[in-house]
């Protein structure tokens, strides 16, 4: 109760993204969990050079029809943006 909690996910090409991750949000919040979305701080969010996963909500990737595609560089990155900066409102948090 009272945790932090972020999301990230991997959908299809059919999208499902955004509703996968406000989703399990209901359940976080059911649990007290204070939910950790990203926001636009990632600057990859803003690349629109290509066709890839990442939204405010949380880090993710576009697996493809068969589930082939693999994340990309920027997809990672968002990944480890997410992780970094949930474990650093925790230190700020536990004081």
Known sequence: YGKLASVFSSTGTGGGQEQTI???WTT?????MVIVPIGYAAQELFDVSQVRGGTPYGAT???GGDGSRQ???EELS???YQGEYVAG????LNG
């Open 89 to 92: 409102l925790a230190v700020k």
């Open 61 to 63: 990737t576009i697996a």
């Open 22 to 24: 406000t989703s399990t």
């Open 78 to 80: 968002i990944a480890r």
């Open 71 to 73: 994340p990309s560089q």
């Open 28 to 32: 976080l919040a059911h649990h007290g």
